[in-house]
């Protein structure tokens, strides 16, 4: 049973326009959460994090929004560039726990110029 | 370097033979992961480290794999007598401490024939 859902396993968004990433989870012991994005052939890159304190946590153009009681999160490029296709993985974890990230598996977003 | 690496890049082998993929951390990173992504699947814990212990082995899938970490720095993950099954890419992070945010290598691509 999966801990982290990604249910689009792909997204296509023009260039400029808003790509939302969404991610679900059903452990409601999760209260820290990140994306990473991939590209082909390179490790996972840390982009953004949220904790369950907070709602909401920006970072130029990509935003991560947390509701607690909906179990979703969601990540917001905006404008989104061509740059930005690649696979984006949401994780969640305990925090005292530490190191038992759980990954979703992953949505490829391609922006298209 | 700056970053974690990982070796070899590729590694192709025939099905029941031994192998050992390396991950060197950043340097001062106290926490280290092993990761396994099949195709078309997400990122799936295998096992962590913190200094030379392994507080989590929660993930290997069988008696066949076994990792270690020497002197809190260079880790090893052998895959006794692989199976076909065992082909993926095999990625490494590292944080400084469990909750810190994860750095990952760019992986092993372990294909057996």
């Known amino acids: 049973d999966q801990q982290v859902k990604q249910n689009s396993p792909s997204l296509s968004v023009q260039e400029g326009r808003i790509s939302i990433l969404n991610c679900d989870y059903t452990n409601s012991m999760f209260d820290y959460f990140l994306w990473y994005k991939k590209y082909p052939a390179e490790g996972p890159t840390f982009l953004i994090s949220i904790s369950s304190i907070k709602d909401k946590n920006e970072d130029g153009r990509f935003t991560v929004f947390l509701n607690k009681s909906a179990k979703h999160l969601s990540l917001h490029i905006v404008p989104s560039q061509p740059g930005d296709s690649a696979v984006y993985f949401c994780?969640?974890?305990?925090?005292?726990?530490?190191?038992?990230?759980?990954f979703g598996p992953g949505t490829r977003l391609s922006v298209l110029p | 370097g700056a970053g974690v690496s990982q070796s070899p890049s590729n590694k192709v082998t025939e099905k029941g033979k031994d192998v050992e993929l390396r991950c060197d951390p950043i340097s001062g990173h106290t926490a280290l992961y092993w990761y396994r992504q099949s195709l078309g699947q997400g990122l799936e814990f295998l096992i962590y480290?913190?200094?030379?212990?392994?507080?989590?082995k929660s993930g290997l899938p069988s008696d066949r794999f076994s990792a270690e970490r020497t002197g809190g720095s260079v880790s090893t993950l052998t895959i006794q007598r692989t199976q076909q099954e065992d082909s993926a890419v095999y990625l490494c992070a590292s944080s400084l401490a469990p909750q810190e945010t994860q750095y990952f290598g760019p992986g092993t691509r372990l294909l057996v024939l």
């Open positions: 480290f913190q200094g030379n212990s392994a507080p989590d």
């Open positions: 994780a969640a974890s305990v925090y005292i726990y530490g190191q038992n990230f759980v």
